[in-house]
């Protein structure tokens, strides 16, 4: 049985391990990349000097060759015949398959800046354009985006002694993973730290004469000598199309991880999948659901009809001291109204702890500092659908069984203090 891969990343790779070994099976990567599987989340600290550039790498090509493996690098696929089931490279080369696999992620989107195309402008999604940011030499640096990433590369350029800027088009930063009081506490983080942070500002024009000398935004204007893209991924439907696959904001996939189209399966960040907690459609780009969307779809071909739960959040973010954490849903992403969540809070100094809760079950939390430590157990109640929330305040008529979380109760007046002081407007 021929499987073919399309994506050289984590989902692809892990695919590709686990189909390893197996008899009949000839097993295919076509990767776009220059290299073997590598960890996206890394680069920023290789930019920045944490780690060599050799500790980006989960494997090497011996790998592949032990293990049976053809890596195909530098061979974008651009379309998909699902009739003859065979797909072709943008070389023009073409490769069978009975089981095929969609894995290639997705692509950064690209703002439609005036002078975005200039000398100094970079981005950190890929090996290649972390190498040329980590040899830009630059002085000055400007972040477009403030998502985990562009936050750890912010980190990563002010390691190299540069002076920088984040500009974010939304009101606080890490809107994906924090709500408004959290971002805001990590924005003070990061200009206690000497990098400035401008939320609720566009960026207009990137200025110079083919090489970059500053940013004009819709308030100001910055002069810089670099500027770092770092505006969020699309998922790559576009490919998917090529052969009539469903897509919505990614590739539409069943609980099997299988496409619309019999005989291709797709995982990682190109697809869109229901919430595990919630149900909600969305996408869900994160390494640890592409790894368990792999493992669906490998154990699929097998015959074995694993069925997959759902995508959900947990993302760390991580600059110099400060280290947060958010899991589940934020109320920005909640579908529901506002009205009826509850919302449950503590803050110490700059440590702090955000609980979502609907109908007294937690759907979502955000922790910084030492309540990072914490967010384990909570986020094992968001699993379990329980009802936690008049243990969390200390309401509770008595202590649930050990199986709960009778460690969150402090003297009786729960984790959060005073129950008359736990709502919090939204």
Same mark, same amino acid.
């Given at each position: 049985m021929k499987i073919l891969i399309i994506g050289g990343g984590i989902a692809g790779n892990e695919v590709a391990a686990l189909l390893a070994g197996q008899n009949g099976m000839e097993?295919?990567?076509?990767?776009?990349?220059?290299?073997?599987?590598?960890?996206?989340?890394?680069l920023p600290y290789y930019v920045g000097g944490v780690i060599s550039r050799n500790a980006v790498f989960r494997k090497n090509r011996s790998f592949y060759e032990k293990a049976g493996i053809?890596?195909?690098?530098?061979?974008?696929?651009?379309?998909?015949?699902?009739?003859?089931?065979?797909?072709?490279?943008?070389?023009?080369?073409?490769?069978?398959?009975?089981?095929?696999?969609?894995?290639?992620?997705?692509?950064?989107?690209?703002?439609?800046?005036?002078?975005?195309?200039?000398? %100094? =402008?970079?981005?950190? $999604?890929? &090996?290649? +354009?972390?190498?040329? *940011? !980590?040899? /830009?030499? #630059?002085?000055?640096?400007?972040?477009i985006g403030s998502g985990a990433i562009g936050v750890e590369v912010a980190e990563a350029l002010k390691r190299r002694d540069c002076e920088v800027t984040i500009v974010e088009v939304l009101p606080w930063i890490l809107p994906a993973l924090f709500?408004?009081?959290?971002?805001?506490?990590?924005?003070?983080?990061?200009?206690?730290?000497?990098?400035?942070?401008?939320?609720?500002?566009?960026?207009?024009?990137?200025?110079?004469?083919?090489?970059?000398?500053?940013?004009?935004?819709?308030?100001?204007?910055?002069?810089?000598?670099?500027?770092?893209?770092?505006? %969020? =991924?699309?998922?790559? $439907?576009? &490919?998917? +199309?090529?052969?009539? *696959? !469903?897509? /919505?904001? #990614?590739?539409?996939?069943?609980?099997?991880?299988?496409?619309?189209?019999?005989?291709?399966?797709?995982?990682?960040?190109?697809?869109?999948?229901?919430?595990?907690?919630?149900?909600?459609?969305?996408?869900?780009?994160?390494?640890h659901n592409a790894i368990d969307q792999a493992r669906v779809v490998a154990r699929n071909i097998l015959g074995r009809?694993?069925?997959?739960?759902?995508?959900?959040?947990?993302?760390?973010?991580?600059?110099?001291?400060?280290?947060g954490v958010t899991f589940g849903k934020s109320v920005r992403s909640l579908s529901c109204e506002p009205s009826s969540l509850r919302i449950m809070e503590t803050t110490k100094d700059r440590d702090y702890l955000r609980i979502i809760l609907k109908d007294e079950m937690i759907v979502g939390g955000q922790a910084i500092g030492r309540f990072a430590d914490l967010t384990g157990p909570l986020m094992a109640a968001m699993w379990r659908r329980e009802k936690v929330g008049p243990l969390l305040n200390g309401s509770a008529e008595k202590t649930p069984p050990l199986s709960s979380f009778p460690w969150l109760r402090r003297g009786g007046s729960g984790l959060f203090g005073s129950p008359g002081d736990l709502n919090r407007p939204l």
């Open positions: 097993l295919t990567i076509l990767s776009a990349e220059s290299h073997p599987e590598y960890d996206p989340c890394s053809k890596l195909v690098l530098d061979s974008p696929v651009v379309t998909i015949n699902s009739t003859l089931k065979t797909v072709t490279t943008i070389r023009g080369e073409e490769y069978p398959y009975d089981r095929l696999v969609l894995a290639h992620g997705g692509s950064l989107f690209i703002p439609p800046i005036p002078g975005i195309d200039q000398q %100094g =402008v970079f981005s950190c $999604k890929s &090996l290649d +354009e972390a190498d040329r *940011l !980590a040899g /830009g030499g #630059g002085g000055r640096a400007v972040v709500d408004e009081p959290g971002g805001r506490l990590m924005e003070r983080a990061l200009a206690d730290l000497g990098i400035r942070v401008f939320t609720s500002e566009r960026v207009q024009t990137i200025t110079g004469n083919g090489k970059v000398s500053g940013v004009v935004t819709d308030r100001r204007e910055i002069p810089c000598d670099t500027v770092v893209i770092a505006t %969020g =991924v699309i998922p790559g $439907k576009a &490919l998917a +199309e090529t052969a009539g *696959l !469903a897509t /919505g904001r #990614g590739i539409l996939v069943d609980d099997r991880m299988s496409t619309s189209v019999e005989d291709i399966y797709a995982c990682g960040d190109c697809v869109e999948t229901p919430d595990a907690c919630t149900g909600e459609l969305g996408l869900y780009q994160l390494k009809e694993i069925r997959y739960p759902g995508g959900y959040v947990f993302a760390r973010v991580h600059f110099f001291d400060t280290h």
